[in-house]
């Protein structure tokens, strides 16, 4: 049974600064790609950012700029260091894992609150 668990979450004041950290238990497949989801009450899950294992990475067009995803390989974490936050970025953030293997095995977290007060 593979685990993430995220920590990091919090309450911090509109431009302010967190670090999300997810990290997970050993996993029979070599992980692909490492990402945050967040939700938002009221509206849809939508991708944050996502980092591959080739070290490529995507973001969300309202992230670029503000958030940064980075992972190491050899403790299976990935980290989102989210600075100049707003209250828009206030929403239920959830570490994604998926594997280097044909099917793909797709992980999520548990989700942290992220809570950003104007």
Known sequence: QVHLVESGG???????????SCSTSAMFF???YMGWHRQAPGKQREL????FRS?????ADSV???????????????????????PEDTAVYYCNVGTYSVP???YWGQGTQVTVSS
Do not use: C
């Open 10 to 20: 919090g309450l911090v004041q509109a431009g302010g600064s967190l670090r999300l």
């Open 30 to 32: 070599p992980i692909n």
């Open 48 to 51: 944050v950012a996502n980092i």
């Open 55 to 59: 070290g490529s990475t995507d973001y």
């Open 64 to 86: 670029k700029g503000r958030f940064t995803i980075s992972r190491d390989n050899a403790k299976n974490t990935v980290y989102l260091q989210m600075n100049s936050l707003k």
């Open 104 to 106: 793909v095995r797709d």
